[in-house]
């Protein structure tokens, strides 16, 4: 990270972006490996358990994921696959298909949950409250103008 130092912090912020990335990718993995899970299948599980008080449909997880809808369509077939969802169309319009967790998340979630506990209070070490809130208010700001990117470009 040396060489690092003397770049404008627009360059090192969108560099550093893609370095944490990808090295908490690799972790998360080499952590994953062992339940068969990649690491998409397990943000997948992640988001629809702690974002929605539904079962969301595959468009709604798309959005929430940043991913497209056949790009969540695969991981959730790949972990219907697991026994970890269920797809099942919608009861009102069967053009709609829902994404439902079934009780293998919540097993896998509790053998899980302390390593991921570790691996978080890990990665966050030395990191103040106050340094915490300033990153979020910087991401949700990239994250809006990432998707009015999107919306330009479409």
Do not use: C
């Not at 790009?71 to 319009?93: I, R, S, T, W, Y």
């Not at 302390?114 to 409250?129: P, R, Y």
């Not at 990153?135 to 103008?145: D, F, G, H």
Request: a negative charge.
């Amino acid at each position: 990270m040396d060489n690092m130092d003397s770049m404008p912090d627009q360059k090192f912020i969108f560099g550093g972006v893609q370095v944490v990335a990808n090295q908490m990718d690799t972790l998360l993995e080499r952590e994953l490996k062992e339940y068969n899970l990649t690491t998409k299948q397990w943000l997948l599980t992640i988001v629809v358990q702690n974002i929605f008080d539904h079962d969301p449909t595959l468009k709604e997880v798309a959005k929430s994921m940043g991913s497209s809808h056949q790009n969540v369509k695969q991981v959730a077939l790949k972990l219907e696959q697991k026994g970890f969802v269920v797809m099942e169309k919608d009861p009102h319009d069967a053009r709609i298909t829902r994404i439902k967790l079934t009780d293998a998340v919540d097993s896998f979630g509790t053998e899980s949950q302390q390593k991921s506990e570790i691996f978080t209070e890990k990665l966050f070490d030395g990191i103040s409250d106050e340094e915490l809130a300033m990153t979020r208010s910087v991401i949700e700001k990239l994250l809006a103008n990432l998707e009015k990117m999107d919306q330009e470009s479409k």
